[in-house]
Structures are given as structure tokens and as C-alpha cells.
């Protein structure tokens, strides 16, 4: 199968950007391999319930590590008869990032996504980590596949406030007073409609990965500037812009 061929709006996209924020499970690896966080969740319930007693129906249905996470926070500030505990909170937090320090030793990398990397410093992009996921495994994750030197600065989830995960702009606006630099030459590369609209909030670029196209058609009708489903695509862009600005071509 022949790769892709760099789109023109691809390379018109890349060409004033000065950094590359990624998210990281999805455009960087796959953490989970598709399985559910069903079990997580249930843990973190039944520490929930250990010190409320019993949860708000909202809080109980929920199967999803990061959105216990959410309903949680909503439960611990909604008015109460008395006073609640952090400690739940704390209890979450440690167990879904647990859940994500033992998924990262098998997680799988995105197919090319370590050439690309490559590219974009070669284009002397800056390179960023802005995830919903826990700072720690992230690290781990990096270092373990050579990929830690590439990224100045990993900003993950806030341990102390669930709510500002994405599509909270929280992390990508604490990437952007790191790195100084205008929001508008910031590309953010993520795989859910939570990155798009962080990314559109903070005022940061946007290019969608996903292999399924009913989320890349809803990525394209909410404003991505680029949606590819491989990072083949986006290789060739980088290459094609880093040719155009050779010495030879220059010549």
C-alpha cells in the first residue's frame, strides 16, 4: 500500500507552527489496548462509599475512570447535610493514576508516531505532552520508549481538581506559559471532541487523529483545521515541508 502524499492544507498548517502539542493515549500510544475501565471505576465507588456512604445516582452509574473522576468532584460540591471528606477524592485520583501506571508497560505505540516526533524536531517544533492522564505514567511511558528527551514538558491531569480535565483548556493554557509563545502558532494533536474544544478554547490549532471516521467528520464540522487517521499523513507533510526549506532548495 503506497503512503500517503502530503496534503497542500496539511503543509500550509505546519508551516507557521513553532509547537506540537500532543495528547497522549491515542495520538501517542494506545494505554488500554480497548479495554474497559469499568473495574476502576468500581474501586474507586467502593473506596467512595466507604467514607459517604451512599453516592449520588449520577456517581453510581458511572463506569469510566476519568469520568468518576468528574462525578465525584460534582458530588463532593453539591450542598450536603454535612460536611464531606476530601479523602474520596484523594483515594480516586490514586487509584485511576495506579490504573494507568500499570497500563503503560503494556501499552502499545501509535504506528510511526516515534518517526514523526523526529520530524517535527528536524522542523524545529517544540513538543509538548497535554493529557487527561496522570503526569507519572506518562513519564514512564516516555522514558521507556526513548521518546522523553523529545518533550520539554509533560502537563497532565490536576490531581487536586478533576474539573480540569479536557475539554477544560487547564493543561494546554499551562503548556502555553511554559513554552511563551502565541497560541495561534500552537498545533494541538488529539483524538477526541474534548481535545478539539480545549484546543479551540485555549486558541491553539487543531489536528484530529482518529481511524474512525463518524469522529472525524464530527472533528471536521466542529472546526479541526486537519483530520488525518494515520500519522503517515502527517510524516509526509513535515518531510515535504522540511525539503522546501533545504539548503539545496534554497539555492
Known amino acids: 500500500m503506497p503512503e500517503p502524499t502530503a496534503d497542500d492544507a496539511l503543509v500550509r498548517l505546519l508551516a507557521p507552527t513553532r509547537a506540537v502539542l500532543f495528547d497522549f493515549d491515542g495520538p501517542v500510544c494506545d494505554l488500554f489496548g480497548g479495554e474497559s475501565t469499568r473495574a476502576v471505576a468500581q474501586e474507586v465507588k467502593r473506596a467512595a462509599q466507604r467514607h ?14 476519568h469520568g468518576i473522576l ?8 453539591r450542598r450536603s447535610s454535612r460536611p464531606r471528606s476530601r479523602r474520596p477524592l484523594e483515594l480516586a485520583e490514586d487509584i485511576v493514576t495506579g490504573q494507568e501506571a500499570r497500563a ?5 505505540p501509535t504506528p ?18 497535554v493529557s487527561n492522564n496522570a503526569e507519572e505514567p506518562i513519564r514512564t511511558y516516555l522514558k521507556a520508549h526513548g521518546l522523553d528527551t523529545k518533550f520539554e514538558r509533560i502537563f497532565g491531569r490536576d490531581r487536586e481538581d478533576a474539573r480540569r480535565m479536557k475539554p477544560d483548556p487547564h493543561c494546554i493554557k499551562r503548556a502555553r506559559e511554559h513554552l511563551e509563545l502565541p497560541m495561534a502558532s500552537c498545533l494541538m494533536v488529539g483524538d477526541q471532541l474534548t481535545d478539539l474544544k480545549a484546543a479551540r478554547s485555549a486558541g491553539a490549532c487543531f489536528l484530529g487523529y482518529t481511524r474512525h471516521e463518524g469522529r472525524a ?15 503517515l499523513t502527517v ?17
Do not use: N
Open 104 to 108: 503503560v508497560a503494556g501499552a502499545t
Open 235 to 251: 510524516l509526509a507533510a513535515a518531510k515535504r515541508l522540511l525539503d522546501s526549506r533545504s539548503p539545496e532548495r534554497v539555492r
Open 70 to 77: 468528574l462525578r465525584l468532584r460534582d458530588m463532593y460540591d
Open 217 to 231: 467528520e464530527d472533528m471536521r464540522q466542529s472546526g479541526a483545521d486537519f483530520v488525518v487517521s494515520s500519522h
Open 52 to 65: 459517604w456512604g451512599t453516592l449520588d445516582p449520577d456517581v453510581s452509574a458511572c463506569d469510566d475512570s
Open 112 to 129: 510511526h508516531v516515534e518517526a514523526l516526533v523526529d520530524a517535527l524536531s528536524d522542523l524545529g517544533m517544540r513538543l509538548v505532552m
